[in-house]
C-alpha cells in the first residue's frame, strides 16, 4: 500500500478542476478531505465533510487532519446570464466561503501550513488592449475585476493567520469533460465553427494537467507566496483557437464570425467574457521553477481531443 503523505483539504472538490485534482492527489499518495455542501460516503483516499455557507456553518473536523487547504468553491461565472441575483451569488460564494474558512480556522485547532486559492485573470478587467498583464499590475474596474479582487483580499485574511498563503490567477482552462472547450466543439465537428466576435480578443489559458501540476507545486514549494497568473501565457486569440481546434478536428474553417452584438443579445453582460480578453503573462510562474507539459496550443488540443 503506497504511503500517505499529507492530508488535503479541498473545497468546491466536485467541479471540473477539484475531480482531477483529487485523483492526482491520491495517485501521488496524497489524502483527500472534501468539503461538501452535502453527506457524502467515504473511500479508500477520499473522505467527505460538510458545509453551509447560507447557515455560515462547518464540520470543524474537516482541519483534524488537514495539512494543506485548496480552495476551489466559487458558483460558475458562464453558467447563466448575469441578473442582479447571479451577480451577488457569484460574489458572495467566494467572499463568503474565504470567511467562514478563516473563521473556522482561527477557532479550531489545525496543522495547516499553506492555503492554496483559486483566483482568475479576470482580476485585470475583461479588456482588450496591448498591456502584458503581470501580477503586479493593480484590478481592474468591471465586474469580474471587482469580484477577484475582493475574493483575493478575503484570501489574504488566511495569511494573517500565519499561513503561506498563494493564489492562483486562472485563465480558460482547456480539458475534456465539462470545460469550456466541450461546450465550444459541436460547431466545429459539424464544419461550422467560427471565431466570436473580432476575434482579436486574447484568450488566456492552460491545459487542466498543467493546472493541477502547478496546484500541487504551490502546496510543497515554500517560497510561493502571493498571486501567480496561471497561464501559458502565448498571446493566443480567440480567432487562432478557433482555427487550431478546426484544424485538430480536420475540418473546415470558412464560417463568418459570431457578431458580437448577437452574444450580447442571448447572453446579457456575461458575453464580456467571450468578446473580450486580455494579455496575460507567466513569467512570474516560470521564474518560480514551473515547467510547462503543454505551452504549444496545437499539443494541448492534440491531446484534449485525440480519440
Known amino acids: 500500500m503506497q504511503f500517505m503523505k499529507e492530508t488535503i483539504l479541498i473545497t468546491g472538490g466536485s467541479g471540473l478542476v477539484g475531480k482531477v485534482l483529487t485523483s492526482l492527489l491520491t495517485a501521488q499518495g496524497y489524502a483527500v478531505s472534501i468539503l461538501s455542501r452535502s453527506p457524502r460516503k467515504a473511500t479508500e483516499n477520499v473522505t467527505y465533510y460538510t458545509w453551509d455557507l447560507d447557515k455560515n456553518e462547518i464540520d470543524a473536523n474537516c482541519f483534524l487532519k488537514a495539512t494543506h487547504i485548496i480552495h476551489l468553491a466559487g458558483e460558475n461565472v458562464a453558467s447563466g446570464r448575469w441578473t442582479a441575483q447571479k451577480k451577488e451569488l457569484i460574489l458572495k460564494s467566494r467572499t463568503r466561503s474565504s470567511a467562514l474558512l478563516y473563521q473556522a480556522l482561527s477557532k479550531s485547532p ?11 485573470t479576470g482580476f485585470y478587467g475583461s479588456q482588450t488592449s496591448d498591456t502584458l498583464f503581470s501580477e503586479d499590475h493593480p484590478s481592474g474596474a468591471d465586474f469580474l475585476a471587482h469580484v477577484c479582487r475582493d475574493w483575493e483580499d478575503s484570501v489574504d485574511r488566511i495569511a494573517s493567520l500565519g499561513i503561506r498563503t498563494v493564489k492562483l490567477r486562472t485563465g480558460v482552462v482547456l480539458a475534456n469533460k465539462g470545460s469550456a472547450l466541450q461546450k465550444m466543439l459541436p460547431p466545429f465537428q459539424m464544419g461550422l465553427g467560427s471565431a466570436i466576435g473580432t476575434g482579436k480578443q486574447y484568450l488566456p489559458w492552460i491545459h487542466i494537467s498543467d493546472l493541477c501540476n502547478m496546484y500541487l507545486m504551490a502546496l510543497n514549494k515554500p517560497k510561493m507566496r502571493g498571486s501567480f497568473n496561471a497561464v501559458v501565457g502565448d498571446d493566443t486569440t480567440n480567432a487562432q483557437l478557433s482555427k487550431a481546434i478546426a484544424r485538430q478536428l480536420n475540418k473546415p474553417f470558412f464560417m463568418p464570425n459570431v457578431p458580437a452584438f448577437l452574444l450580447w443579445l442571448v447572453f446579457g453582460k456575461m458575453a464580456v467574457i467571450l468578446t473580450n480578453g486580455s494579455r496575460v503573462s507567466a513569467q512570474k510562474i516560470k521564474e518560480a ?19
Do not use: I, N, P, T
Open 110 to 120: 489545525h496543522q495547516v501550513k499553506a492555503f492554496v486559492s483559486a483566483s482568475a
Open 289 to 307: 521553477g514551473f515547467v510547462f507539459e503543454f505551452e504549444s496550443l496545437e499539443e494541448a488540443l492534440r491531446d484534449l481531443l485525440k480519440k
